[in-house]
């Protein structure tokens, strides 16, 4: 009864240590709570303590908590908005107690509680935290809106200064648009919308004043004393532009402010009607400036520039009001319509000329520049003349032949030599590449882009030039082997199987032991797990040889690899296998069904990829090196080849040269991504534009993937190849003296 007595008293001790353990977990007094994770309940948790250094902490992390709340980015840009967030910054952060469910809470007593709300009853003037003078960041944004405040309405007090010496002064443009400024910068200033109601007419009066009196008669004085004369000069063309492109600027921002705001539609009303004659009179004078500068361009053979300074003048069309709208692109067609015949003339002929003298890249250039212009006028609803379109037809015809000539020049063979050892396996990979380069170079029409243009895949040639590729492989080795397999784990298994009644060897009269006993046969077995591996190794020397120069590429791969794989491919696996079982110690039981019958173990055979599948992998993963190889050769052809070359002939100071191999680079590069499956008939016109654009697509996916390791100044200018190409012919042009 002592050792019970005195058991007891032990636990009755352990039990009381262990309950005051879990209620120190459970409550937590204000002076024992060390750090609290909302900085609310930190701050007045501290305040209730009298702890004033603590207070200051969580009233530090109260302000930095708070001001990534309010924070703006970006900061507001208009004064409404500014003082809206100044006074957010202002305002002090009220700080109370969370709801009882918070973390912080849940760790207090009810005693602290009321602590902590006796505090905030007794200071009331604690409950307010001043977030700018806690926190360094929160201050320097305060500073910094204040700053923007002052300079953004001295700004606005400035531009309405202005605005109204302006105004005195008889200038409602300044003043107006003075206003405006204003407005962005403070748009809820009635102020502002007083003036700008005020000053709306006289603003849209001088506007029209001064285009009917000033620019209008400046340009036409010009028109009238220049244009049509022989003395007559581009430069006076610019001058009427630039008076009447103000003037225009002018007209057009007067129409958006009369329409964008509903307080000035009497006003719109008022002047829409003169509105529209100064715009009619200016589109008159602009047309006639435009046709001039055309005819003059057109007169010095600059038909390029004339073709360049139409497509701006059409663009302008599209924003052009409806009343003058067709007006003007009557004059314009007009215009364009008598220079394209001249420069397209100019351009095909340049073209002819340059084909007799075998500058085949720069002939295919001059002749897309004639179809480019005919089709533009096209785009634009022009109908062409009778002769430009002979002019079109003839260009086509120039392009087609000269395109014959580049590609005879480009034409390159592949040619497969037959790979040794000359046995099925060294045979059948190099009809497998043969396939692969057909398919690859040459696309056998499936409507693919391809990788290079002008290649000839051809087997077993033995007539090449310097320009083709010779591929000859050498299969040293392709071999599956197994390598001797890695023990994993060994495990010894009992299999119990037959059942029989035998009598109890233990048995003994008057003894509670059963005179019968159930012995089951026990077979013992060792499951041995052990890694299998094939290895597979392929050698191949390949020989490449381009401008009669040999380079020789080994391809040495074992596999399994740490780098690389054969896709689809298991070269590793596991089996189990099962030694030659023994009899073992048999199992007794009085029971029957305590004794149940094993199944057979099993051998596991490993999961491994056939021979012929992995051969195929191995003859598939050269290919694939060959295919790389030669993609380096013949897919980088217009940049290390065409492109280098203009390069190259540029920095000499070569420019016809030059100009040629960035006209043939062009042709490549449209054969290429486009010209591949554009089937040509001379009865049809081929949409240049559209194939351009579709160019530029391929060229620019070409340069992040096939062409990427590259010269990357080289890929930029094929990136921008037509105006590359344009702007290298029209330099040779000129250097020639045409």
Known sequence: MGADRESFGLRAVVAAVLLAGLAGCQTVTLDKVGAFQDPRVGYLAAGAMNDGRGQQRYARLLADTHFAQVRLEPVPATLPALAEYRQALQRPIRVSLPERAQQDMQKLTEADIMKMKAYMTANPGK?????????????????????????LSQRKASLLKRAEAAAGAGDYRTAFRACLDAGVIDPE?????????KWIGPYADQVIRE??????????????????????????????????????????????ILEGDAAFRDVRRSRSSVLEKVETRMADARGKTWGERLRLLSDQKQYWAAYEYATVRGRELATSATHVKTALANQLAVAYGKMLPQ??????????????????????????????????????????TAEAQTWELRAGETRRDAQKKLQAAMTRKLI???????????????????????????????GEAPVAWGVKVE????????????????????????????????????????????????????????????????????RITQEVTKQARVRVDLAVTHQSQKKILTIDSTFPNDKTSLPGITLVGTEDRLDIPFIGPPRISASRAALTVDEWPQARAPKLSSESNVKDALREHVRARIRRTLDDLMGTYPVNVLAATASRQQRLGNHLESANAWGQCLEYCYQLTVGYRVSEDRTKVVDWFRNKEEMLKQIAENNSSLWQETDQALRARL????????????????????
């Not at 179809?371 to 785009?379: F, G, L, N, T």
């Not at 060294?426 to 590449?433: E, H, P, S, V, Y």
């Not at 990136?719 to 045409?738: F, H, M, P, Q, T």
């Open 127 to 151: 409950l307010e935290v001043d977030g700018a003078r806690h926190s360094s960041d929160w201050a320097g944004e305060l500073a910094k809106v204040e700053k923007q405040v002052m300079e």
């Open 189 to 197: 200033d009635s102020t502002i919308r007083v003036y700008k109601e």
């Open 211 to 256: 285009v009917q009196k000033e620019d209008l008669p400046a340009a036409e004085a010009i028109q009238e004393r220049e244009f049509g004369k022989p003395t007559s000069r581009v430069e006076f063309t610019k001058d009427c532009d630039t008076i009447l492109d103000k003037a225009q600027q002018e007209l057009t921002t007067l129409k958006q």
């Open 343 to 384: 420069g397209m003339e100019y351009f095909v002929g340049t073209a002819n000329d340059y084909f007799a003298s075998d500058a085949f890249g720069l002939a295919c250039v001059f002749c897309r520049m004639a179809e480019e212009m005919i089709q533009y006028a096209r785009k634009q609803g022009f109908v062409p």
């Open 416 to 446: 497969i030599a037959e790979f040794l050892p000359d046995d099925p396996e060294g045979q059948n990979l190099g009809r497998q590449t043969f396939d692969d380069c057909v398919r690859r170079y040459e696309q056998l029409g499936r």
């Open 459 to 526: 087997r077993g040639s033995k007539e090449y030039g310097p320009l083709d590729y010779v591929i000859e492989g050498n299969l040293r080795e392709l071999s599956i082997e197994d390598l001797a397999p890695r023990e994993l784990s060994r495990e010894v298994i009992e299999v119990g199987r037959d059942i029989t009644q035998v009598p109890n060897p233990k048995y003994k009269p008057k003894s509670d032991l059963p005179k019968m006993v159930f012995e089951q046969k026990v077979f013992m077995y060792q």
């Open 719 to 738: 990136a921008n190849i037509w105006d590359v190409s344009v702007g290298s012919a029209l330099g040779a042009l000129k250097e020639k003296g045409r």
